[in-house]
């Protein structure tokens, strides 16, 4: 998925896991902050 949601709003890049995307083109300055919610939600969907 490429575009600006995912950079701005780590809940829609939570949301795009819960649908099984696993790929998601990011800016820079929010790489950190995406990946930590994005591990948060794939560790729960392991659960």
Request: with cysteine; charged share 25%.
């Amino acid at each position: 998925i490429c575009g600006q949601a995912p950079s701005d709003y780590p809940e829609f890049a939570e949301f795009l896991v819960e649908l099984g995307i696993d790929s998601m083109s990011l800016n820079p300055d929010s790489v950190l902050k995406t990946r930590l919610a994005i591990a948060k939600t794939e560790a729960a969907i392991l659960k």
